[in-house]
């Protein structure tokens, strides 16, 4: 049966795949941004509003005619915008969740799927980490991953006093294409950061901190599967889960497979510099939960993914340059 759904920050990276893939199973999609980032791109097949979600009023009226909600807008980057906005950051994340969660439970809404994000586990030190695990761990550092972890209780908060059903989503280490380097270094995610790097011809390439950093890089469409498993699964009612593969990878790694694939004649060379203060130095999900309530797996490994994305960098990479 089709939905009418309404789809915050669709016009982002992960938005833009969820849609997509909303779309092809026959959903009725509005997606509302507010087109902030530069690589920000309306989705085919969708009607678009542009919008504030910080401002109540204009949120509650965008919101009216939909049954269910995936909010995904936020405040964003990499390590370095981190660093750099983290009172805007807290400030603009509080104000959009109140407002589309408040929208939500005035609109009676079945159902707020909010995408979370692994950085909700920055201080974990169990691993692999379980969603069973997030209450007992201590408090993200940063202000992005407590602005996403304050996400997580307005969804029970609202649940307790609205009685709003939500599901929450943690995405790891998102890639693919579509996702555009920064201007400065750790502006971006780290494929797009260390492949533009390569591209501008620094050699040794530099590497921040020792390298021994690892995550789940995780394909976008697997995400965005997973997102949508979550959303049409009963099971998945007021649950979280850990979206990933399982598959971990170190800084050192990753870098060798881009710096082979972009210089095949060369031999991979490092420099390593000062990190940002609080870089994580491992992040890896327990994925049993979203295996065995949702069947859910990830099906691209890195090493099948990632050529496709630095195919899409080095184009990009060669369209910037010329303009």
């Known amino acids: 049966m089709s939905m009418k759904i309404i789809v915050t920050g669709g016009c982002g990276f992960i938005g833009r795949e969820v849609v997509k893939q909303l779309v092809e199973r026959g959903h009725a999609i509005t ?8 690589e920000s791109a309306i989705p085919e097949g969708v009607e678009f509003r542009q919008l504030d979600l910080t401002d109540d009023k204009a949120t509650l009226e965008a919101f009216e005619g939909f049954s269910h909600c995936v909010h995904l807008a936020a405040k964003i980057g990499g390590i370095g915008y981190f660093h750099r906005y983290p009172a805007t950051i807290l400030a603009d994340n509080d104000k959009i969740a109140a407002s589309v969660f408040g929208a939500c439970a005035e609109l009676n809404y079945e159902r707020i799927l909010y995408v979370s994000s692994s950085m909700v586990f920055e201080n974990a030190t169990v691993f692999p980490s379980k969603e069973s695990h997030l209450p007992t761990t201590p408090l993200p550092r940063s202000a992005y991953g407590f602005s996403k972890l304050s996400g997580e209780w307005y969804c029970r908060a609202f649940h307790e006093q609205h ?14 294409v579509n996702e555009a380097p920064g201007e400065e270094v750790g502006y971006a995610h780290v494929i797009p950061d260390l492949a533009k ?31 949508c ?30 710096w082979n694939h972009l210089l095949p004649e060369g031999e991979p060379r490092f420099k390593h510099v000062d990190p ?28 099948e993914g990632l050529p496709e994305v630095l195919t899409w960098l080095v184009k990009h990479h060669e369209e910037t340059s010329r303009s």
């Open 31 to 38: 997606v509302v941004d507010d087109l902030s980032k530069p």
């Open 163 to 176: 009685d709003l059903d939500y599901s929450i989503v943690r995405p790891f280490n998102a890639y693919g």
């Open 197 to 227: 790097k390569l591209l501008d011809g620094q050699d040794p390439l530099e590497i921040l901190g020792n390298g021994k950093q690892s995550r789940c890089f995780t394909h976008v469409s697997d995400i965005a599967r997973g997102v």
């Open 229 to 258: 498993e979550v959303l049409f699964s009963d099971e998945a009612r007021n649950e979280d889960f850990n979206i990933s593969t399982a598959e971990e990878t170190n800084v050192i790694e990753l870098a060798t497979m881009i």
């Open 276 to 303: 940002f203060r609080d870089d994580v130095q491992r992040r890896v999900p327990d994925v049993t939960k979203a295996r065995e309530v949702l069947g859910y797996e990830a099906a691209v490994p890195l090493s």
